[in-house]
Structures are given as structure tokens and as C-alpha cells.
């Protein structure tokens, strides 16, 4: 009988269980870089790695990149309202890019590995507040999302104070503020 024993190195086998191939050419990579900071290496032909920027600025958290994100290298995180994205699987299929809606946002960096530890996990790419309804203090969309479509709508409502109100009001409470403003009006008030 021989008796096998594994290599240090060869930590990660061909068929882990829950782990899908890349995945799992991640893990081994990752083990392989360690800490260290061995530069950028730029992927083949048939090969596809990246990495995204995000233009904190313009960043609304509208989560259309996640949903559009087939490999979930990108990944919302409710619990500190983060958006965060891991390079090691992203297929740089680009769908990302091409969903956000906001200009000069997202861009993807294509068939390109940085082989640095950062690289191998979810790194927070951007952050936003939530922001509560002014009417009955809900949370329902972040900061930025509501200042963004304030903006855009102030120069059309002009100096109609209800109307910028909604803006600043849940799905709930911004027709019963309209509503309340019609009913008062046709009683006179």
C-alpha cells in the first residue's frame, strides 16, 4: 500500500466541494501570492481577469452592477451599506459597465491580474448613508440616490415646496402627502 501525503504548496484540489474552477484557481493563486506584492501579469486570449474603478462621487448605490454581475465578484452589503467586488473572479465580461447608469462611473480594467493579497478578496469599492424619509423617519434609499433626483427635479417643481418635499419622502408617505395637500385644497384651506 502507498501511503500519499499532500505537498504543502498544493493546498486546493481539482474538484473542491462548493467551489466552482475559478474560484478555485483563485484560492490556489492566492495561496501561491501570499502577502506578497508581486505586480500586475496580463491575462490571455481566451483568459479573462480584471478589476473595476469606481467613481465614488458619482456612486448612487443603485445596485444595478450587482444584479448584472453574473460570477457575484460583486456583492452588496446591507449591513454597512457598502458595494464591494472581488477581481480574482471577475470574468471581465463587462455587463457592470454597461448597466450603470450613472456616467463615468463604473469601468472595468480588462485581462489584467494583480497578484497582491487585495486582489483574492471583496474590497469595499464604494459607501453611501441611508437616508430617511423626512415624514416618517423610514429608511428607503441611500444619500446620494435622493440629493441626485432632487437635484434633477427642483428646477422643474420651481418654488412648489410639497412637491420638493416628496422628494425627500418614502413610497408611503409621498402620495399621502399629496393626497392631504389635494384634499385640503378643495376644502379651502
Known amino acids: 500500500m502507498i501511503n500519499l501525503t499532500r505537498i504543502k504548496e498544493c493546498v486546493y484540489g481539482i474538484n473542491e466541494d462548493g ?3 475559478r474560484e478555485i484557481f483563485s484560492a490556489r ?22 478589476n473595476i474603478k469606481i467613481n465614488t462621487d458619482t456612486c448612487t448605490l443603485c445596485l444595478s452592477c450587482v444584479g ?10 446591507p449591513e454597512d451599506n457598502t458595494l464591494r467586488f472581488n477581481p480574482s ?12 447608469p450613472e456616467p463615468d462611473c463604473l469601468t472595468v480594467i480588462k485581462d489584467e ?3 497582491n ?3 483574492f478578496k471583496q474590497n469595499v469599492m464604494a459607501h453611501d448613508d441611508i437616508f430617511e424619509c423626512v415624514e416618517c423617519g423610514t429608511p428607503f434609499a441611500t444619500v446620494k440616490s ?10 422643474i417643481f420651481g418654488d412648489d415646496e410639497l412637491r420638493i418635499k416628496t422628494l425627500y419622502c418614502c413610497a408611503d408617505c409621498k402620495p399621502k402627502i399629496m393626497l392631504q395637500a ?8
Open 182 to 189: 389635494h384634499m385640503d385644497e378643495r376644502k379651502g384651506k
Open 146 to 155: 435622493v440629493e441626485k433626483i432632487a437635484n434633477m427635479m427642483k428646477p
Open 113 to 115: 491580474i494583480n497578484l
Open 29 to 50: 493563486l492566492a495561496h501561491l501570492v501570499g502577502e506578497d506584492d508581486l505586480g500586475a501579469v496580463k491575462t490571455g486570449e481566451h483568459v479573462h481577469y480584471g
Open 68 to 77: 448584472a454581475c453574473n460570477v457575484r465578484a460583486l456583492t452588496a452589503h
Open 89 to 100: 473572479i471577475c470574468t471581465n465580461c463587462t455587463y457592470c459597465e454597461v448597466i450603470c
Open 117 to 119: 493579497p487585495d486582489y
Open 19 to 21: 467551489l466552482k474552477k
